[in-house]
């Protein structure tokens, strides 16, 4: 049996202090449904996205509460499928993105249908499910689901996709797992503020490893995957780096020359 939860339930950030929606064992396989993070607010060309009620913040179903997670341990999150709604949203935003001073703000509507996203009658592109923002309740908090960290939140990873699998550090008793802002389709990056937003029901299985990571991992059929934040990219990048240094040290009894090479 699935347990399916409803996006009646979402919050805009990430915090043991939320009330959870719903507590569940270790093992157990949901069915959750997603609003797109515009809250669902935005469906029509007409309309832009700075005339919305919301503040930004990325909607996201939850939180979850896993009985038995301890801080210290590892969420494992397998995702076994995304199925999506039948059209989504791309936008451009007035002060966001590389292109801002040669581009207006716009809002496109755009059909997906046969893994296919139609974005007008003449151009076609296929679809790449990926969940934008998962996580957990973060050491400190709350975090607005706007932002990335050690906790999760706002990755935009494509690797986060059907058949990939999701480590995340535990901070708290429980963990308080949501998640939120699934894309049809979306680039190494959101250059002008979108992928192709839409709403989902994510199916995935949720249980607890009994050891530690420092930051999220993602493991899919063909490679392991190091995910780090920090507010320089150079200082990113030397995190990242140093977190699959450890990864394969510890996994592949290499010297950490080994690894680096």
């Not at 959750?32 to 607010?41: G, K, M």
């Not at 007409?46 to 590892?74: F, M, W, Y």
């Not at 009658?121 to 050491?139: D, L, Q």
Request: hydrophobic fraction near 35%.
């Amino acid at each position: 049996n699935c347990m399916k939860i409803s996006k009646d339930e979402v919050v805009p950030s990430f915090s043991h202090q939320h009330a959870p929606i719903v507590r569940i064992e270790r093992g157990t396989r949901l069915q959750i449904e997603t609003r797109d993070c515009f809250n669902d607010e935005l469906i029509s060309e007409k309309q832009l996205p700075t005339q919305l009620a919301t503040d930004g913040s990325n909607p996201v179903t939850g939180p979850i509460v896993i009985e038995g997670a301890k801080r210290g341990q590892t969420l494992k999150v397998h995702i076994h499928s995304i199925q999506l709604r039948d059209w989504g949203v791309i936008s451009t935003f007035p002060d966001d993105g590389v292109l801002v001073h040669r581009s207006e703000t716009e809002v496109k509507i755009v059909d997906i249908a046969e893994d296919t996203v139609f974005f007008d009658e003449e151009t076609t592109f296929p679809i790449r499910p990926m969940v934008g923002v998962i996580g957990v309740a973060p050491e400190d908090g709350p975090i607005d689901s706007m932002y990335p960290g050690n906790h999760g939140g706002n990755l935009d990873t494509p690797v986060i996709t059907e058949g990939a699998t999701l480590y995340l550090p535990i901070f708290h008793d429980g963990a308080y797992f949501a998640l939120g802002d699934v894309h049809a389709a979306m680039g190494d990056g959101e250059i002008c503020g979108t992928g192709v937003e839409t709403g989902a029901v994510i199916d995935v299985t949720i249980d607890v490893v009994d050891t530690s990571i420092p930051r999220p991992f993602v493991e899919t059929k063909d490679a392991w995957y190091a995910v780090a934040h920090h507010d320089t990219t150079d200082r990113a990048i030397r995190r990242v780096a140093e977190d699959m240094q450890t990864y394969i040290v510890e996994h592949w009894e290499m010297t950490p020359t080994e690894a680096f090479l």
